[in-house]
């Protein structure tokens, strides 16, 4: 703020709630002893909700009015420091302590300046010591204001925001009482600032270094300076900063969220250290991504390792860089089934033999449609045993067909010529990993001229037998 008045004036703005309430330690002191003057200082409210504040004149000795001269001094800024603005549900780390004692006693070189014991906000305060605990690896900017007088003299003392962990000054500030000859007069001065982003947990506190004409005291409560300074101006603020303000050590990167340090813990305190995500609980799981074949097979650039959750086919799968597999074995697949009565003419590539008695499905996984086609999953091996029984005639050759494209794909079954001969037998594997696909075979007469039959009361009849290996 700034006011312009009649010679010797003194005059205070302050804050006052919506409610036209004093917000307590908000006055700025537009100081005694110049015709035009500036006062500067911070105030912290917490507000639930949008709410008004209003800053308004408070106190005064002598006439005076706020002044727009020098290129328009007064002004307020407003400043949010804390909220869900960075993660719904964090606050940052921030705190604020004051001097509202009674005017203190001269300082001595690299003395402590000993603000309140009991500071505000949720950083660690020592009050023996005057010092905030700053935490790695956050962004902090911390700033520091300081009222001080003598009562005799002018003075000027270099103070510093100083990091006593390290012994380092971290911003330095120039601050002055001038006119003394006992009238305690003081003038404002602007607040110290800097930045720091600490690699350890560090303590900071404001201290003095060194003084010119002799050593100033702190103002706190005008015990001593009376209507010359305003009470409990002087402060120590630290807020976090920056992109660590969702929560260190993450980083918010455009629409990415990361952390390169550390492990992280849910529904515990302290993550393994050997893991990069611990999750702890003995009510939930963990749900990876869930999807169809369709939605899997669509994802672009899928990388070495990538986990989804299959819902076409009930099993969890990875990606190993050019094909989707089952991350364990899942059911075994089972089945057998067989032909329970005699079949024939047969038409090369064309006819298909007939298996119509079910015997054995475990899984549930493999089925048959109008007893002569099979469908096999995706993302599995099947071993598939053909048995061709017995027959009646001349000899002929059986195989494996695709369904979908009509060709033979294994060897063939070979019956020799005669009346119930010997039986045809192969086994051919199929892979489904490989094509990602579901897979449709039948069984067809490839070559010869035969009629199926049985000899022994209807256990020889054709049988196929299916079952997935992996």
Not at 113 to 141: H, I, M
Not at 153 to 174: D, H, K, M, R
Not at 247 to 253: I, K
Not at 380 to 406: A, E, P, Q
């Amino acid at each position: 703020m700034r006011a312009q008045g009649a010679a010797g004036f003194a005059g205070e703005f302050a804050v006052f709630d919506p409610s036209g309430i004093l917000v307590p330690n908000s006055e700025i002191l537009c100081a005694y002893g110049e015709s035009a003057s500036t006062g500067t200082g911070i105030i912290r409210v917490t507000t639930n909700g949008s709410a008004d504040y209003k800053i308004k004149a408070w106190a005064s000795s002598g006439t005076y009015a706020a002044s727009t001269d020098f290129n328009g001094r007064t002004g307020v800024t407003w400043k949010k420091i804390s909220g869900n603005a960075p993660v719904t549900g964090h606050s940052v780390d921030y705190g604020i302590a004051r001097y509202t004692g009674a005017d203190g006693s001269s300082l001595s070189a690299n003395a402590t300046v000993p603000f309140d014991a009991t500071a505000q906000g949720n950083l660690s305060w020592s009050s023996a010591y005057n010092r905030f605990t700053l935490k790695a690896n956050k962004t902090y900017e911390i700033e520091s204001y300081l009222a001080v007088y003598h009562n005799t003299v002018g003075v000027a003392g270099i103070f510093q925001i100083y990091n006593f962990t390290n012994s380092t000054s971290l911003a330095n500030g120039l601050y002055l009482s001038m006119n003394g000859s006992g009238g305690y007069n003081v003038n404002a001065n602007g607040p110290m600032r800097c930045v720091i982003t600490p690699t350890t947990d560090i303590e900071v506190g404001v201290r003095i270094a060194t003084a010119y004409g002799g050593w100033p005291s702190i103002i706190g409560s005008t015990s001593v300076v009376g209507a010359n300074g305003a009470a409990n101006q002087s402060y120590l603020l630290v807020k976090q900063i920056g992109s660590s303000a969702i929560v260190n050590p993450w980083v918010l990167s455009g629409n990415d969220v990361y952390n390169t340090t550390g492990e992280v813990g849910i529904g515990t305190a302290s993550p393994n250290a050997s893991a990069l995500l611990d999750l702890t609980s003995t009510t939930k799981g963990l749900l990876p991504p869930r999807m169809t074949t369709a939605q899997r097979s669509a994802i672009s650039g899928a990388v070495n390792g990538l986990v989804i959750y299959n819902t076409n086919l009930n099993q969890l799968e990875t990606y190993n860089g050019s094909s989707w597999n089952p991350l364990y074995s899942g059911p075994v697949y089972f089945a057998q089934y067989r032909a329970n009565a005699a079949q024939g003419i047969f038409t090369k590539d064309v006819t298909k033999v007939n298996f119509p008695q079910l015997e054995y499905n475990f899984g549930g996984g493999i089925t048959s449609s109008s007893s002569n086609t099979f469908t096999l999953p995706e993302n599995r091996i099947y071993r598939v045993d053909l048995n061709m029984g017995y027959k009646n005639g001349g000899w002929c050759r059986f195989g494996i067909y695709n369904t979908s494209t009509g060709a033979m794909v294994s060897q063939t079954a070979h019956m020799e010529s005669g009346t119930l001969s010997g039986t045809g037998v192969i086994t051919y594997f199929i892979d489904t990993k490989a094509t990602q696909s579901s897979y449709t075979f039948d069984v067809r007469m490839k070559e010869g001229g035969c009629t199926l039959s049985d000899v022994n009361n209807g256990t020889t009849y054709a049988t196929i037998t299916i079952q997935s290996i992996y």
